[in-house]
């Protein structure tokens, strides 16, 4: 080690011995100068050391075992050079460790001695006492090892005998008596009180009942007289008010009968505007449009009627000349048409039933179109059969074909004549045409 200062913290001392010194030197927390080889530097701590004081099953001076645990807090005390000095020669070069073993072990000893003096009741009902004495017997003891006993507390009391317990319930009942007996007088004295209460409760609510009705009948008097005072001068004030009431609507009336004349001519004047407007308003949207689509009209009729005329001369003229060609065209068609009765009916009586079957051959074609005319015309033919006949379409024919074949049996009722039976019937000269005969009368006249 190199010559010079060494320091320490404030929790620790400096010990320093050797050449120059007879006695050590001893610097908490500072600083000292160090030769080295001819002195020597220790170091003590001066921590606080917390230490659990743990006493099992110790007699108390009534013989009942208890257990007791205390917390100490010593310290080495640094700043009393006696002590300090003390501590150093007695734990210097021993571990903290070491230093809390020795005190736990002496205050353990105290503690002991303490419960041995002292009943279960005095440690349990006043545990400062007991750890004052466990602190100053331990103290001054300490003290001469240079500690200190910083504090103590009596942490913890166990009993394993049920002593504590039974003493707990003893003080327990007594408590419980004590609190029943105290509830019981409070509630006879609440009663008590009560009814006293109710007493004084009841004198004050008479005295108060009969002070109101006294009030309620002076009331009811004196407000019967204000009653009356008050309807006579209600009615009054009523009356005053009916009338001015009646006059302020006489006037509102006189008020509104003026307005409703004024409004009145108003509106008299203003319908006077209204009907000079209507009227002008009429003579430039009808009736001048009115006259002049008259004046348009009438030219327009004008000009139609001289067109009719105009144009019933031309019909007239056309007329005329039409009438004279129809006129000879239907004096002309009624010679050929006599010419031709006249020739016809001279074929008829020279052919007979001749003529007559060819009339009827040439018409059986028409008849026969006009019976299928309503067969043609239907959408639908329902046809029913027994089994034993012919069906769909060629029934159909065959009913068409029974109908032509009754045909014969018509002709025969029309005119007498059986065509079935008439057999190498010449064919009859041809009649002429009515063509042919006006042609012939033309070439004639």
Not at 214 to 224: S, T
Not at 263 to 275: G, Y
Not at 369 to 396: F, I
């Amino acid at each position: 080690m190199t010559w010079g200062f060494v320091t320490c913290g404030p929790n620790e001392a400096l010990v320093v011995s050797g050449c120059c010194y007879s006695k050590p030197l001893l610097v908490p927390g500072g600083r000292a100068f160090v030769w080295p080889a001819i002195q020597r530097v220790q170091r003590i701590s001066l921590n606080t050391m917390t230490l659990q004081v743990e006493s099992p099953t110790v007699y108390t001076i009534q013989g009942v075992p208890i257990s007791v645990t205390g917390i100490a807090q010593v310290k080495i005390q640094g700043q009393n050079a006696e002590m300090l000095l003390s501590a150093c020669e007695q734990f210097l070069g021993k571990s903290e460790q070491e230093i809390q073993h020795i005190a736990l072990v002496t205050l353990e000893g105290h503690q002991r001695a303490i419960m041995g003096s002292m009943t279960v009741e005095e440690i349990y009902k006043d545990r400062k006492i007991f750890s004052k004495k466990v602190f100053e017997v331990a103290s001054s003891d300490l003290i001469n090892m240079g500690i200190t006993v910083v504090s103590y507390t009596l942490k913890d009391i166990r009993d394993e005998e049920g002593y504590l317990k039974a003493l707990g319930m003893a003080r327990t009942a007594e408590v419980k008596r004590d609190a029943r007996i105290g509830e019981a007088e409070a509630h006879a004295e609440a009663r008590i009180k009560e009814a006293m209460a109710e007493e004084q409760r009841m004198a004050a609510r008479f005295l108060n009942d009969t002070e109101i009705s006294k009030a309620q009948r002076d009331f009811e008097l004196k407000k019967a007289a204000y009653d009356v005072e008050v309807q006579t001068i209600k009615a009054e004030a009523e009356m005053a008010y009916e009338l001015q009431a009646a006059k302020t609507k006489q006037r509102i009336k006189e008020e509104q009968m003026q307005i409703a004349v004024v409004e009145r001519t108003q509106e008299i004047s203003v319908q006077k505007w209204e009907v000079q407007r209507r009227e002008r308003e009429l003579e430039a949207t009808v009736r001048k449009p009115a006259e002049a689509e008259k004046f348009r009209l009438e030219k327009i009729a004008e000009a139609h009627r001289l067109k009719t005329v105009l144009e019933a001369e031309a019909e007239a003229e056309a007329v005329k000349v039409r009438g004279e060609a129809e006129a000879f065209a239907i004096k002309a068609k009624a010679v050929a048409d006599a010419e031709q009765m006249a020739k016809k009916a001279d074929a008829w009586d020279e052919y007979g039933s001749a003529a007559m079957i060819d009339m009827m051959l040439d018409t059986l074609p028409r008849v026969a179109a006009e019976v299928a005319a309503p067969l043609s015309q239907a959408r639908k033919v329902t046809m029913v059969s027994c089994g034993d006949g012919e069906v769909g379409a060629a029934k159909l024919t065959g009913e068409v074909l029974s109908i032509v074949q009754s045909i014969p049996d018509l002709v025969k009722g029309v005119t007498g004549v059986d065509i079935s039976k008439i057999k190498g019937i010449t064919e009859p000269t041809p009649v002429p045409t009515p063509t042919a005969r006006g042609d012939s009368a033309r070439k004639a006249r």
